[in-house]
T-cell receptor
Framework: SAVISQKPSRDICQRGTSLTIQCQVDSQVTMMFWYRQQPGQSLTLIATANQGSEATYESGFVIDKFPISRPNLTFSTLTVSNMSPEDSSIYLC????????????FGPGTRLTVT | GQQLNQSPQSMFIQEGEDVSMNCTSS?????WLWYKQDPGEGPVLLIA?????ELTSNGRLTAQFGITRKDSFLNISASIPSDVGIYFCAGEETSYDKVIFGPGTSLSVIP
């Protein structure tokens, strides 16, 4: 399985500001995914990021709030814009296990607290 | 929308006991996945299941893909303290083509 790192591991931010989270994979992958995990909750898919195309957002998530970049096959960023305390969550990136696989492998997550 | 249910929501067991948890859905799934999440870390894939009736083991863990394709269970034998964590089921629902996650089962092991 791929080795995935995320930066930062945690941050405390003021409301109204933005934070960009980086996700780096040690191998080339076609699809990368961004999830949100609110405190004590399960994982909710924010968007799917394919290299060379616009990210596909799930219902309830919009590009203006969560812009995503995917400049190459090993890297992606998620920005949380104009943050409010409700954005306090763990943000996780993941990659698929293979072209025909629904297995996903996760990074360690970024724990965001908005004050 | 698509939804998975997990039971129990939480459990407290003595070290050495066996554990059983399950995951159910109202719709048919093509793939079932079981993950474990430790505090402060991302989920780790434990077992993946691809065929109805499939029974797969990974050490002390055993999982099965239900015959109806609407459920799956995970068993842990002879629990140890490092089994503590949150166990998520996840699956790929036939009409959705994405993976969705259940709400999780929190496991505590009492030494």
């Amino acid at each position: 399985s791929a080795v995935i790192s995320q930066k930062p591991s945690r941050d405390i931010c003021q409301r109204g500001t933005s934070l960009t989270i980086q996700c780096q994979v040690d191998s080339q992958v076609t699809m990368m995914f961004w999830y949100r995990q609110q405190p004590g909750q399960s994982l909710t898919l924010i968007a799917t990021a394919n290299q060379g195309s616009e990210a596909t957002y799930e219902s309830g998530f919009v590009i203006d709030k969560f812009p995503i970049s995917r400049p190459n096959l090993t890297f992606s960023t998620l920005t949380v814009s104009n943050m409010s305390p409700e954005d306090s969550s763990i943000y996780l990136c993941s990659v698929e296990g293979g072209e025909w696989s629904y297995e996903q492998y996760f990074g360690p997550g970024t724990r965001l607290t908005v004050t | 929308g698509q939804q998975l249910n997990q039971s129990p929501q939480s459990m407290f067991i003595q070290e050495g006991e066996d554990v059983s948890m399950n995951c159910t859905s109202s719709s048919i799934f093509n793939t079932w996945l079981w993950y474990k999440q430790d505090p402060g870390e991302g989920p780790v894939l434990l077992i993946a299941l691809y065929k109805a009736g499939e029974l797969t083991s990974n050490g002390r863990l055993t999982a099965q893909f239900g015959i109806t394709r609407k459920d799956s269970f995970l068993n842990i034998s002879a629990s140890i303290p490092s089994d503590v964590g949150i166990y998520f089921c996840a699956g790929e629902e036939t009409s959705y083509d994405k993976v969705i996650f259940g709400p999780g089962t929190s496991l505590s092991v009492i030494p």
